[in-house]
């Protein structure tokens, strides 16, 4: 009840730094970059499918996708569409009438019938984000600002930085200089003062004044150097003990600064995500070969913990009942710290790659129906046990006995012994009022206690009894579109909004189609290229990163923000086919 009122009065206080506090976790970003090299592979999905564990991955199975990437590539490059991304140049010192007259021109219709939003706010995310870090953490403790400054005023960017100083205590500010690992109480050196008798009288008459003039003789065009502002927060941990969500928390409220202007949010997947891999199916049956292939197909799947960029509903009715659009891209926010091996910036970057096709997939499940695997198999609808009613199994053979009670065992002997005419056993009793016959008792069942509810849901033992087909891997509550995609395109553009430590990158992967239907059990092939090489049917996987933004850094985080608003306007963005079909509605209409 009174915790809030506890760090409210903890938080006035500004103490010194802390002592004894663990080395930092270095950073160290993954290289992993697979260019596009080598044979293709005889069968993807059959290869992929080989992986048990996430150790096993190498660069023969990017190179058996066809990966290749554009590493550290501009935003320029990353949008595929340069154009909608605002220039800070155009936008200095530009005041909000300005602002006004510009969103004409600045503005551009949406896929959702509105348009893009006002040059106004723009400004207002560049004047937010540009506050310094720790002067945010003031407001956000609630602490006066330094003598002379007035109060940040954060405004939509009040979330971000109350989760980036959530994460001060786990990470340095790398907008500040590093502090010192000497003692703070050690001050800088001085210039050596003269020896003499006279000039030191002089140098106590006269105080400190003459050492300041002769700095400011020394370099007459030095300018006054900007205070450091004063330190609110201190690493007290290490980086890797960070929870996982103190970072999904983070990232999340910097894509929302840019996706809530253009209708969408940052929405966690009601159901887990999942690449499907479905494997080719057999060939025609060969007397020579039996056994090189499997007599049927293999479905299996590869899980991640991402989550999406959805677009909103535009009624009331559908946001209430939890409907999104999309998926529009991923955000991957990973909590490996550990990048010292080959293998880890593998496993890292194959996180990423799984996030962009598990994208692509939901993305090409617009208007398709969903074929759940099993569908008229015999496994999914016989029973099993050869069609037999089945025994008991688990605690059910025991009944409502406690599993280790001696007595219960002593008395179930003494019952067995007394024979049929024992009242203390329920199952003979029973037998003998039903006309006295020699027959088994019932199998005692496990139920349900008097006092308990009755269970809404059934329990582990029927369910494992039921014969049912796999869970569904469709979310009922989405409606899965391409949304962005080119029209009469044979690829998607997909992105992925991945995340370490405090940093962010932007990645845009060509999915094409071909590969797809390849995922999904189409049999593949390997055709001739230009020059007469052998290629793969899908050709490559192309990927665009852009660097990683520090969003501890003004001027990067700012950089990251730019990027996110081409992003959105781009997807987001509404084909001249759609603005040319209702100009002739209008016409027509008139």
């Not at 003789?217 to 004063?230: G, M, S, Y």
């Not at 009944?399 to 009242?423: L, M, P, T």
């Amino acid at each position: 009840m009174f915790g809030t009122l506890v760090s409210l009065v903890q938080s006035q206080e500004i103490g010194p730094p802390p002592k004894d506090v663990p080395p930092p976790t270095p950073i160290r970003l993954p290289q992993c970059n697979p260019q596009l090299h080598g044979d293709p592979q005889p069968s993807l999905v059959r290869f992929l499918q080989q992986l048990q564990r996430p150790t096993e991955l190498n660069e023969a199975h990017f190179a058996a996708l066809g990966v290749h990437v554009h590493a550290d590539a501009p935003a320029e490059d990353v949008i595929p569409d340069p154009s909608f991304l605002p220039k800070f140049s155009d936008w200095e010192g530009v005041d909000l009438d300005e602002a006004r007259r510009r969103d004409e021109t600045f503005r551009r219709p949406l896929s959702n019938g509105a348009l893009s939003p006002e040059a106004r706010v723009f400004l207002e995310r560049r004047d937010e984000l540009s506050v310094p870090n720790q002067a945010a953490f003031r407001t956000i403790r609630r602490i006066k600002p330094e003598p002379g400054k007035q109060q940040p005023r954060l405004g939509n960017c009040y979330e971000f930085f109350k989760q980036m100083e959530l994460m001060a205590s786990y990470w340095d500010d790398t907008s500040l200089p590093p502090l010192s690992t000497e003692s703070e109480e050690e001050s800088p050196p001085l210039p050596p003062r003269p020896t003499d008798a006279d000039s030191g009288s002089e140098q106590v008459a006269t105080g400190a004044a003459p050492e300041s003039n002769t700095r400011s003789e020394a370099d007459p065009e030095a300018k006054p150097e900007a205070k450091e502002p004063e330190r609110i927060t201190y690493r007290t941990s290490p980086g890797h003990q960070m929870p996982a969500e103190f970072r999904h928390n983070f990232v999340s409220a910097f894509v929302k600064l840019v996706a809530y202007a253009f209708g969408c949010n940052v929405v966690p997947p009601r159901v887990e995500p999942r690449l499907q891999l479905l494997s080719p199916p057999p060939p025609q049956k060969i007397k020579s070969k039996p056994k090189e292939h499997p007599k049927t197909q293999v479905a299996s799947y590869f899980p991640s913990g991402c989550v999406f960029l959805c677009k909103a509903p535009m009624t009331r009715e559908a946001a209430r009942a939890g409907i999104v659009e999309g998926p529009i891209a991923a955000v991957s926010a990973r909590n490996t710290t550990n990048f010292n091996t080959e293998t880890d910036s593998n496993i890292d970057f194959g996180r990423e790659l799984v996030a962009a096709l598990i994208t692509a997939q939901h993305r090409a499940r617009e208007g398709r129906a969903e074929k759940r695997f099993g569908e008229g198999k015999w496994w999914a609808t016989e029973k099993r046990w050869g069609g037999g009613e089945g025994g008991p199994i688990g605690r059910e053979i025991d009944g409502d006995s406690v599993v280790g009670d001696k007595d219960a065992a002593v008395s179930k002997e003494g019952g067995e012994k007394a024979g049929s005419g024992s009242s203390s056993s329920s199952s003979s009793s029973s037998s003998s009022k039903a006309g006295g016959k020699s027959t088994l008792p019932p199998i005692p069942m496990r139920g349900q206690p008097v006092s308990k509810k009755q269970r809404k849901n059934m329990s582990i033992y029927d369910s494992y009894r039921m014969v049912r087909l796999p869970s569904s891997n469709w979310d009922k509550k989405t409606h899965y579109k391409a949304i962005g995609k080119v029209r009469g395109a044979d690829y998607d553009d997909v992105f992925v909004l991945s995340s370490l430590f405090h940093h962010l990158s932007v990645l845009r992967v060509r999915v094409p189609s071909k590969l797809l239907e390849v995922l999904a059990g189409e049999p593949e092939s390997v055709v001739e290229g230009e020059q007469g090489e052998k290629v793969r049917c899908w050709g490559k996987l192309e990927i665009w990163r852009s660097k990683w933004f520090d969003l501890f850094v003004v001027e990067e985080r700012l950089e990251a923000m730019r990027l996110l608003w081409g992003m959105m306007g781009w997807v987001m963005r509404k084909d001249d086919e759609d603005l040319k079909q209702g100009e002739d509605v209008q016409m027509k209409n008139a």
